[in-house]
């Protein structure tokens, strides 16, 4: 079983940037990350292939940016000009079919 461990959340000023980053115990071929606002369905926000192939979702595209270090089995999520509405449970996911992976969430606060 893979676990996924996220990192990097807090409070940020609208318009300022945070880093998130998840660390898997093993190898995944497809990671990214989901946002859950309160009283809201989580969301997917972003995804990467193990070969580099991003996707993200609208709300996001020009001020995100995912990356991933495959030798370290970590991704990252680069948050720029962000927005209150930002403001979020981030989980990281993973999925090697069939399987799927959840992290335990990070708070992200986007509130002056």
Known sequence: QVQLVESGGGLVQPGGSLRLSCAASGSILRMGW???????????VTDISIVGI??????VKGRFT?????????VY????SLKPED????FCHGSSYPRQYWGQGTQ????S
Do not use: F
């Open 34 to 44: 989901y946002r859950q606002a309160p009283g809201k369905q989580r969301e997917w």
């Open 54 to 59: 991003t996707n993200y979702a609208d709300s």
């Open 66 to 74: 995912i990356s991933r270090d495959n030798a370290k089995n970590t």
């Open 77 to 80: 999520l680069q948050m720029n």
């Open 87 to 90: 403001t979020a449970v981030y």
């Open 108 to 111: 992200v606060t986007v509130s």
